[in-house]
């Protein structure tokens, strides 16, 4: 690759952008707060005006959007990559979408003769600054291939799935299995405060046992604090939620624990709490 582009810089995609630039690739950044493209260029990056000068000058352009609604603005709308799209070019959607989202923009940039893949992540702030994401890829293949030396450092483990919206489908069962996780884990951290457990106890049960794993090691001394620095947001969880209880529909497949965790943190995000960590959806439950 010769040039690279990159759409988004928030919580995940400023991270993801700054390992490409540290590792000697020629970037150019976009982001629609424009103070937030200010540290890619101190780094070495160029920064763009809109998606259409992205893609006008670069070979590859990764986007991290933060749902549907914005890749799709992204892509279609004015100044957008459809504009700057043509024969060769290849586009990258690392967002966290719906499978038919990704069909739509995959069509609509093989119609301007380019080549589209979707590329979801799992991982949230820090493994996106440290380059350990999982990323989950589907589309074309000789994009995944170009791409692979960018994908690589972005990520720990890169993997394959097939035509487009099988990636989509992966992160949502991903996030919808977190999701979940993360209400019972809080209701459960609740439910033992209330019956006079210390959280301290509860938290060592749990990571000696067969239910030890990160997400708790790593969120549960937060939660028991009260603090929640945002490494995803939980309004993006939410989010995440709704998109796969769609996907289920469509399957005709019952997600009865992932609607009720739907639920639990629609509540936390009418309680104001969107924008603080998924985690924070404790606040809800107790």
């Given at each position: 690759?010769k040039?690279?582009?990159?759409l988004?810089?928030?919580?995940?995609?400023?991270?993801?952008a700054?390992?490409?630039?540290?590792?000697?690739?020629?970037?150019?950044?976009?982001n629609?707060?424009?103070?937030?493209?200010?540290?890619?260029v101190?780094?070495g990056?160029?920064?763009?005006?809109?998606p259409?000068?992205?893609?006008a000058?670069?070979?590859?352009?990764?986007?991290?959007?933060?749902?549907?609604?914005?890749?799709?603005?992204v892509?279609?709308?004015?100044g957008?990559v459809?504009e700057?799209?043509?024969?060769?070019?290849?586009?990258?959607d690392?967002s966290?979408?719906?499978?038919d989202?990704s069909?739509?923009?995959a069509?609509?940039?093989?119609a301007?003769?380019g080549?589209?893949l979707?590329?979801?992540?799992s991982?949230?702030?820090?493994?996106?600054?440290?380059?350990?994401?999982?990323?989950?890829?589907?589309?074309?293949r000789?994009l995944?291939?170009?791409?692979?030396?960018a994908?690589?450092?972005?990520?720990?483990l890169?993997?394959y799935?097939?035509?487009v919206g099988?990636?989509?489908?992966?992160k949502?069962?991903?996030?919808m299995?977190?999701?979940?996780?993360?209400?019972?884990?809080c209701?459960?951290l609740?439910l033992?405060?209330?019956?006079?457990?210390?959280?301290?106890?509860?938290?060592?049960?749990?990571?000696?046992?067969?239910?030890?794993?990160?997400?708790?090691?790593l969120?549960g001394?937060?939660?028991q604090?009260?603090?929640?620095?945002?490494?995803?947001?939980?309004?993006?969880?939410?989010?995440?939620?709704?998109?796969?209880?769609?996907?289920?529909?469509?399957f005709h497949?019952?997600?009865?624990?992932?609607a009720?965790a739907?639920?639990?943190?629609k509540?936390?995000?009418?309680?104001?709490?969107g924008?603080?960590?998924?985690?924070?959806?404790?606040?809800?439950?107790?």
């Amino acid at each position: 690759m010769k040039k690279l582009g990159f759409l988004g810089l928030g919580i995940m995609g400023g991270g993801m952008a700054a390992n490409l630039v540290k590792a000697g690739f020629d970037v150019t950044v976009w982001n629609r707060t424009t103070a937030k493209m200010e540290e890619l260029v101190s780094l070495g990056a160029r920064g763009a005006s809109s998606p259409r000068e992205v893609v006008a000058g670069c070979d590859v352009t990764f986007a991290m959007l933060a749902d549907p609604r914005a890749s799709e603005e992204v892509c279609f709308g004015p100044g957008g990559v459809l504009e700057a799209m043509g024969e060769g070019r290849g586009y990258v959607d690392m967002s966290t979408v719906d499978g038919d989202t990704s069909r739509r923009i995959a069509a609509a940039v093989a119609a301007k003769g380019g080549r589209f893949l979707e590329a979801p992540v799992s991982g949230s702030r820090q493994p996106a600054r440290e380059g350990t994401l999982v990323i989950m890829a589907a589309g074309d293949r000789s994009l995944y291939d170009e791409a692979m030396p960018a994908l690589e450092r972005m990520g720990k483990l890169v993997l394959y799935l097939g035509e487009v919206g099988k990636a989509a489908a992966m992160k949502l069962v991903v996030n919808m299995i977190m999701g979940g996780m993360m209400a019972v884990f809080c209701e459960g951290l609740s439910l033992g405060k209330r019956a006079g457990l210390r959280i301290d106890d509860i938290l060592a049960v749990l990571d000696n046992g067969a239910m030890a794993n990160p997400m708790f090691r790593l969120k549960g001394p937060m939660i028991q604090e009260g603090r929640f620095p945002v490494a995803f947001p939980l309004k993006h969880m939410q989010k995440d939620l709704r998109l796969a209880l769609l996907l289920g529909d469509l399957f005709h497949q019952p997600l009865v624990s992932a609607a009720a965790a739907n639920e639990t943190f629609k509540r936390a995000r009418d309680l104001g709490l969107g924008d603080e960590d998924f985690s924070a959806v404790f606040r809800a439950v107790s």
